[in-house]
């Protein structure tokens, strides 16, 4: 018999994120693949990237990130 194949990861993982501001982000979306692989740690620095990209588009800056837990 031959080796069956990986099922691969999809969806998403759902974050809020608090910034030093005091706004909140509610059910940012991470690659439920890329927690699988990374962890949840790595969750902050996709969330980084996204408003990176956000801040360069609409040059509007959101400020660090105080704090990151998952969405119930």
């Known amino acids: 018999m031959g080796r069956k194949k ?21 059910r940012r979306k ?3 693949a890329t927690i699988a692989e990374f962890g949840d740690d790595h969750a902050k620095t996709v969330i980084m990237d996204q408003d990176r990209k956000i801040t ?3 040059g509007h800056n959101r400020g660090s990130i105080v704090s990151i837990n998952r969405s119930n």
């Open 6 to 26: 990986e099922k691969a990861i999809e969806g998403f993982v759902m974050f809020d994120v608090v910034y030093e501001d005091g706004t909140k982000s509610s």
């Open 56 to 58: 360069e588009m609409s």
């Open 30 to 32: 991470v690659a439920a």
